[in-house]
């Protein structure tokens, strides 16, 4: 039987910088020519609220999927939800994405949700959506089903049974090319969200693969994918950029793969690819991947036109990169450095500042470990963060051996920080928003965190990001003037004159605008 589902993207950003709704999009794909569906999104439009109420209310709908990230997203997602079950509570919600994958039991600890899709959701969707009518409406706020044997085995799938919560099986990861290409027309205008950036006018966004082999400690993506990564086919992804290409105007692609670079052989072929597109690009790489290619591989990046590379390298010391089991060494920084330098991609390094142990030395390593790779690579990036843990899959045992079911597991914030949010309203409370989002952490003091705060103004001035495409070459070269003194003296405390400078010659933040 067909059915009715309105898949909404809660508001998160702003619409300069909003990008297709990939998650949605997968969503759809899976759905396509099996059930109707409608996408709403709430960074291209800013009455997606009021107009998921109007859908559910004016009847119809069977199912809502609310996809939901850590942080911003949070608030949104809750004001839809809550209003929907207000008005509909016979229609079932069910969240996914990060948040509810992360920290399922306080997604299910809302009255207003029923299911949580984890991981990655397209099959579980499906399966639910063909099991409605045997599970039946939401009887209240504290069950999910009225006959809970009909969701019992849908792998991926968390709910709640008369006040208990109830995980299913871990869903196996599947590749991309499974399934069908992304619906793009059931966007109402793909142009708005093909963004002006550096690499072009109409940059769009692109996943390639999903998941990461390794197991860095602060990555919400070990937690999401546990070390597992599908990869997209040479011939699909040709595919899928000439359709972003030819049929929608895409002059620059932004990557959204965990890991672009899995391997330097399953690399190549992409690279082939992208080398006979030679269109400006972007994505996610590591260092120590990057600094191993060899130099025919880094002739085909050339060709490839790679623009910009966002590389971890995360701390300034062997030690520290051992403790975040990161499974690079600083040494392959340098050598990234180098190499991006001389075949004209630019690094994108970011840094992972204020680990539970020795937060401030390890930060002091860290700024002047920074300045040393401005002087191999001056019109390198960087982006600092402060470390956030994210829960762990719990260790293999009988139990999860028999049930298929390893799920995230973390109780604290931090070895001594306090104790995790056990509902979606406490977890969009002003604090929780800054930790998940990598800009404080409770154990940081108010130095420190003006220290990086400082540090972060100076480098921004006096290095002028290249992905600020607005703001005129005379205002960056006044701002990189007024701050050449502090960079080079090493005094960056309280650095008035940039702040003010900042107001008047405003530059766009990459970090929190992306790109």
């Given at each position: 039987?067909?059915?009715?589902?309105?898949?909404?993207?809660?508001?998160?950003?702003?619409?300069?910088?909003?990008?297709?709704?990939?998650?949605?999009?997968?969503?759809?794909?899976?759905?396509?020519?099996?059930?109707?569906?409608?996408?709403?999104?709430?960074?291209?439009?800013?009455?997606?609220?009021?107009?998921?109420?109007?859908?559910?209310?004016?009847?119809?709908?069977?199912?809502?999927?609310?996809?939901?990230?850590?942080?911003?997203?949070?608030?949104?997602?809750?004001?839809?939800?809550?209003?929907?079950?207000?008005?509909?509570?016979?229609?079932?919600?069910?969240?996914?994405?990060?948040?509810?994958?992360?920290?399922?039991?306080?997604?299910?600890?809302?009255?207003?949700?029923?299911?949580?899709?984890?991981?990655?959701?397209?099959?579980?969707?499906?399966?639910?959506?063909?099991?409605?009518?045997?599970?039946?409406?939401?009887?209240?706020?504290?069950?999910?089903?009225?006959?809970?044997?009909?969701?019992?085995?849908?792998?991926?799938?968390?709910?709640?049974?008369?006040?208990?919560?109830?995980?299913?099986?871990?869903?196996?990861?599947?590749?991309?090319?499974?399934?069908?290409?992304?619906?793009?027309?059931?966007?109402?205008?793909?142009?708005?969200?093909?963004?002006?950036?550096?690499?072009?006018?109409?940059?769009?966004?692109?996943?390639?693969?999903?998941?990461?082999?390794?197991?860095?400690?602060?990555?919400?993506?070990?937690?999401?994918?546990?070390?597992?990564?599908?990869?997209?086919?040479?011939?699909?992804?040709?595919?899928?950029?000439?359709?972003?290409?030819?049929?929608?105007?895409?002059?620059?692609f932004q990557f959204y793969d965990h890991n672009f670079f899995d391997t330097e052989a399953t690399s190549v072929p992409i690279l082939e690819v992208l080398a006979r597109h030679a269109t400006p690009w972007w994505c996610y790489a590591r260092?120590?991947?990057?600094?191993?290619?060899?130099?025919?591989?880094?002739?085909?990046?050339?060709?490839?036109?790679?623009?910009?590379?966002?590389?971890?390298?995360?701390?300034?010391?062997?030690?520290?990169?051992?403790?975040?089991?990161?499974?690079?060494?600083?040494?392959?920084?340098?050598?990234?450095?180098?190499?991006?330098?001389?075949?004209?991609?630019?690094?994108?390094?970011?840094?992972?500042?204020?680990?539970?142990?020795?937060?401030?030395?390890?930060?002091?390593?860290?700024?002047?470990?920074?300045?040393?790779?401005?002087?191999?690579?001056?019109?390198?990036?960087?982006?600092?963060?402060?470390?956030?843990?994210?829960?762990?899959?719990?260790?293999?045992?009988?139990?999860?051996?028999?049930?298929?079911?390893?799920?995230?597991?973390?109780?604290?914030?931090?070895?001594?920080?306090?104790?995790?949010?056990?509902?979606?309203?406490?977890?969009?409370?002003?604090?929780?928003?800054?930790?998940?989002?990598?800009?404080?952490?409770?154990?940081?003091?108010?130095?420190?965190?003006q220290r990086v705060k400082d540090f972060a103004t100076v480098l921004g001035c006096r290095f002028p990001t290249v992905q600020d495409h607005t703001t005129p070459r005379w205002g960056k070269a006044i701002l990189a003037g007024l701050a050449?003194?502090?960079?080079?003296?090493?005094?960056?405390?309280?650095?008035?004159?940039?702040?003010?400078?900042?107001?008047?010659?405003?530059?766009?933040?990459?970090?929190?605008?992306?790109?």
């Amino acid at each position: 039987m067909t059915r009715r589902v309105l898949l909404v993207n809660p508001r998160m950003c702003s619409r300069r910088s909003m990008r297709l709704p990939l998650s949605l999009l997968a969503l759809g794909a899976a759905l396509e020519g099996r059930h109707e569906y409608e996408i709403l999104d709430g960074n291209a439009d800013g009455t997606v609220p009021e107009r998921a109420l109007r859908t559910v209310t004016d009847g119809g709908i069977d199912l809502v999927g609310v996809t939901v990230m850590p942080g911003p997203q949070v608030g949104p997602a809750i004001e839809i939800s809550a209003a929907l079950r207000a008005a509909r509570p016979e229609v079932p919600i069910v969240w996914g994405g990060y948040f509810p994958t992360l920290y399922p039991e306080a997604a299910l600890h809302a009255p207003y949700v029923d299911y949580v899709a984890r991981g990655q959701g397209e099959d579980t969707l499906v399966e639910l959506l063909e099991r409605l009518p045997d599970a039946g409406a939401p009887p209240g706020p504290l069950s999910s089903a009225r006959h809970p044997a009909a969701v019992a085995g849908i792998r991926g799938l968390t709910w709640k049974d008369d006040g208990e919560v109830r995980h299913n099986a871990d869903r196996h990861f599947r590749p991309p090319d499974v399934y069908p290409p992304y619906p793009y027309e059931r966007l109402s205008d793909v142009g708005q969200y093909l963004r002006p950036s550096f690499m072009g006018r109409r940059t769009a966004v692109h996943q390639a693969a999903i998941g990461c082999r390794y197991h860095c400690e602060f990555c919400g993506v070990v937690t999401l994918f546990n070390g597992i990564t599908r990869l997209q086919g040479p011939e699909r992804l040709d595919a899928d950029l000439r359709t972003l290409r030819d049929r929608w105007g895409a002059d620059a692609f932004q990557f959204y793969d965990h890991n672009f670079f899995d391997t330097e052989a399953t690399s190549v072929p992409i690279l082939e690819v992208l080398a006979r597109h030679a269109t400006p690009w972007w994505c996610y790489a590591r260092t120590d991947t990057l600094a191993g290619f060899s130099a025919q591989t880094w002739e085909l990046i050339r060709k490839s036109r790679l623009t910009m590379a966002y590389l971890g390298a995360e701390a300034a010391s062997d030690e520290a990169l051992k403790q975040m089991k990161k499974g690079s060494r600083v040494e392959h920084t340098y050598e990234a450095a180098r190499l991006c330098r001389a075949h004209g991609v630019i690094p994108e390094f970011s840094f992972v500042l204020g680990g539970p142990e020795d937060p401030a030395g390890e930060m002091e390593k860290t700024l002047s470990f920074i300045k040393r790779l401005k002087t191999i690579h001056p019109e390198c990036e960087v982006v600092l963060y402060f470390y956030t843990p994210t829960p762990r899959r719990e260790a293999a045992s009988e139990r999860t051996r028999e049930l298929g079911l390893r799920l995230p597991v973390q109780e604290r914030y931090g070895p001594e920080g306090p104790e995790l949010p056990t509902t979606p309203e406490e977890w969009t409370q002003p604090q929780w928003i800054e930790y998940v989002c990598h800009r404080d952490a409770p154990w940081l003091s108010p130095r420190l965190r003006q220290r990086v705060k400082d540090f972060a103004t100076v480098l921004g001035c006096r290095f002028p990001t290249v992905q600020d495409h607005t703001t005129p070459r005379w205002g960056k070269a006044i701002l990189a003037g007024l701050a050449s003194w502090r960079y080079a003296s090493g005094r960056y405390g309280n650095p008035w004159e940039l702040e003010l400078a900042r107001r008047l010659i405003p530059l766009r933040e990459p970090q929190s605008e992306s790109l």
